[in-house]
C-alpha cells in the first residue's frame, strides 16, 4: 500500500527567504510524485512531478523537489519566498501496479504563510 | 480553454434531500475522478472512472453514486445527504497515464444541515 506523510502542517517564512516543506512517502512498487498547490478557494494546481526520470525535478513558479530513494522523500524547495506562494501544498504519491488502476494517495497538506 | 468545469460552485442541502454534482472536461481525458476535501485529511477519493460507460469505487464511495454516460461528463450523486457528507467536492480528470498529473476543477463546496 501506498502512502505519504507531510511532516509539517504549517510553515511560516519571511519573504525573500528558502521554503522548505518535507515529505516522506511509502510505496511497495515504483512510484510517481507530485506536489500540487491549493490558492484559497481555488482547486488544486500541479507544481511539478517525478516519474523516474532526473530525481531533481523544476516546476513553476521557481519551486523544485528532489526525489530520494534511501530516504524515500520528496522534499519541495524554493529559494526566494514571495507572498504569492502563500497557499497549500500537497504532497502526493500514485503508484505503478496495474495499468489503469493507478490512484493517487494525497498527504494532509502543508500550509504555508509569508510574513512580510 | 475551459479544463475542468464543475457545478454549482456552492449548494445548501437538508439532510436527506437528493442532488447531483456535474463535473465536465473538455480535454479528451479518458480518466475522471470525484475526490472529497475535509480539514487535516487531505483529498480522498470517492469514485472514478477510466471510461465512457465505467465506474469504480474509491476510498470512501459509501452514500455517493456516479455515472459516466459521456466521455466529458462525470457525475456524482448524493440519493439521502448526510452532515457527514458536508464538504469540499473536486473533480479531476487526466489523459491515460499516472505520469500526466491530474487537471483539478475549482470545487463545490457542499454544507449538509
Known amino acids: 500500500a501506498q502512502s505519504v506523510t507531510q511532516l509539517d502542517s504549517h510553515v511560516s517564512v519571511s519573504e525573500g527567504t528558502p521554503v522548505l516543506l518535507r515529505c516522506n512517502y511509502s510505496?511497495?512498487?515504483?512510484?510517481?510524485l507530485f506536489w500540487y498547490v491549493q490558492h484559497p478557494n481555488k482547486g488544486l494546481q500541479l507544481l511539478l512531478k517525478y516519474t523516474s526520470a532526473a530525481t531533481l525535478v523544476k516546476g513553476i513558479n521557481g519551486f523544485e523537489a528532489e526525489f530520494k530513494k534511501s530516504e524515500t522523500s520528496f522534499h519541495l524547495t524554493k529559494p526566494s519566498a514571495h507572498m504569492s506562494d502563500a497557499a497549500e501544498y500537497f504532497c502526493?504519491?500514485?503508484?505503478?501496479?496495474?495499468?489503469?488502476?493507478?490512484?493517487?494517495?494525497f498527504g494532509t497538506g502543508t500550509r504555508l504563510t509569508i510574513i512580510p | 480553454n475551459a479544463g475542468v468545469t464543475q457545478t454549482p460552485k456552492f449548494r445548501v442541502l437538508k439532510t436527506g434531500q437528493s442532488m447531483t454534482l456535474l463535473c465536465a472536461q473538455d480535454?479528451?481525458?479518458?480518466?475522471m475522478y470525484w475526490y472529497r476535501q475535509d480539514p487535516g485529511m487531505g483529498l480522498r477519493l470517492i469514485h472514478y472512472?477510466?471510461?465512457?460507460?465505467?465506474?469504480a469505487k474509491g476510498e470512501v464511495p459509501d452514500g455517493y453514486n456516479v455515472s459516466r454516460l459521456k466521455k466529458q461528463n462525470f457525475l456524482l450523486g448524493l440519493e439521502s445527504a448526510a452532515p457527514s457528507q458536508t464538504s469540499v467536492y473536486f473533480c479531476?480528470?487526466?489523459?491515460?497515464?499516472?505520469?500526466?498529473?491530474?487537471?483539478f476543477g475549482s470545487g463545490t463546496r457542499l454544507t449538509v444541515v
Open positions: 480535454m479528451n481525458h479518458e480518466y
Open positions: 502526493v504519491v500514485s503508484e505503478t501496479r496495474n495499468f489503469g488502476n493507478e490512484k493517487l494517495t
Open positions: 479531476a480528470s487526466s489523459r491515460t497515464s499516472r505520469t500526466d498529473g491530474y487537471t
Open positions: 510505496s511497495s512498487y515504483s512510484p510517481s
Open positions: 472512472s477510466v471510461g465512457e460507460g465505467t465506474t
